[in-house]
């Protein structure tokens, strides 16, 4: 209809919309990008939360359900991370996101074999020194994202990212976005796209069993979904549940019978026997050190988020969120959802010419 939605991310990318499906751990498989894909956008697989060997099915799934174009997110600190670079070459996969650099040197080779290097920020500072890096593309989440997240929300800082680079390459604002206004009100703020989380979790196609996408829905005040260190010790936005109170409440000894109950995986963590264990978190407790308890509740925080996104028990475990869940009422198809998105940018556009 008009050339509003061809954007410096549209052609950097090979996609038809502006829109991006962001990588979300045990979410983003390769149903949800493969659907994000044929409906004209671009998605991202989650690539920290798997094994390589899976990572390569995966990447083979997407190639297998569609023609379109996609990426893979991992982070630096993975220990897997070279092994998924090379998958990524060796497979022609367009981009990568990763909310942490790889090095200059790993995103030169990236950047050799024409992979598109895409990170997420959460100021302005990082998006220079990521474009410093060598970063095609920047995606600056504001506080109200989901998952690990800042403290300044995105109308803050998409402005002042798209002020610091967005001479240099397209920036995309993340955190808080559903429809097709806020589409056009990233574009007005001078982004060349929106990339979104919550709301393709929020899809048909995404893999989240169906009690927990119900517990989403029913959430629906923006203002219950927090900002917690108490998962694992960096600020993560989550719906505050029974079992997250629970946790935002525990001293170290209870984070450490959280933890116990939780599949004790800090066992694998620290090598330590179960009786050292709670000797430690007694002495913890006396000496007020909680590094070390929040440390197993980190080393715990996979198996916990697994409770709710994987296993369907959404009482049980956490849900990580973006304030956005708190008004969306229904699952959509990607289909449906990219087109809704589309004719309300276009239509509201074109309103706004006529004013
Ligand atoms: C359930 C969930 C899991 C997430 N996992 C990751 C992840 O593994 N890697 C990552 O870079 N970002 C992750 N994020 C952040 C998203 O990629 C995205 O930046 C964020 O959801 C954008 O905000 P929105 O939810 O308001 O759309 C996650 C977000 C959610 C909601």
């Known amino acids: 209809m008009s050339t509003l939605l061809d954007t410096r991310i549209t052609e950097l990318l090979g996609c038809k919309y502006p829109i991006i499906q962001t990588a979300m751990g045990w979410v983003a498989d390769p149903k949800l ?26 990447i083979l799934e997407v190639k297998s359900l569609t023609d379109a174009n996609f990426g893979v997110n991992f982070h630096m600190y993975q220990p897997n991370a070279a092994e998924i670079i090379d998958l990524v070459i060796k497979h022609g996969v367009k981009a990568v996101s990763y ?15 024409g992979v598109v290097c895409m990170p997420t920020v959460g100021l302005p ?54 429809d097709g206004r ?27 069993p169906e009690a927990t996408k119900q517990r989403y829905l029913a959430c629906k005040d923006p203002g ?17 549940n029974d079992f997250l109170s629970e946790l935002e409440k525990a001293g170290p000894l209870k984070k450490l019978i959280i933890a116990l109950r939780n599949g004790l995986a800090f066992r694998k963590f620290t090598g330590a026997s179960m009786t050292s ?10 000496s007020g050190d909680i590094t070390k308890s929040q440390a197993i509740m980190a080393a715990n925080a996979p ?25 969306i009422d229904e699952l959509l198809s990607c289909e449906d959802l990219i087109r809704s998105i589309v004719d309300e940018a276009e239509s509201r556009f074109a309103k706004m010419g006529n004013a």
């Open 33 to 58: 990008v493969a659907a994000t894909g044929n409906a004209g956008g671009f998605g991202f697989l989650a690539g920290a939360t798997i094994p390589p060997e899976q990572m390569e099915a995966n």
């Open 99 to 113: 909310s942490r650099s790889p090095g200059k040197e790993m995103v030169a080779r990236l950047k050799e074999a």
């Open 125 to 178: 500072k990082h998006a220079i020194k990521a474009v410093e890096m060598g970063a095609d593309a920047v995606a600056v989440q504001g506080g109200e994202g989901g998952g690990h997240t800042g403290a300044i929300p995105t109308t803050l800082l998409l402005p002042q990212v798209v002020d610091a680079v967005g001479d240099k390459v397209p920036v995309l604002g993340a955190g808080g976005f559903k």
């Open 182 to 208: 806020g589409l056009l009100a990233a574009l007005a703020y001078g982004a060349d796209g929106i990339a979104m989380g919550t709301r393709f979790l929020l899809t048909k196609e995404s893999p989240v």
């Open 224 to 240: 219950a979904i927090i900002r917690s260190e108490a998962l694992d010790g960096l600020p993560q936005r989550m719906i505050l």
């Open 277 to 286: 264990l709670l000797r430690s978190a007694l002495a913890m407790t006396s």
């Open 303 to 327: 198996m916990i988020i697994q409770k709710a996104m994987v296993d369907g028990r959404p009482d049980e475990g956490v849900l990580p969120s973006g304030q956005v869940a708190g008004v």
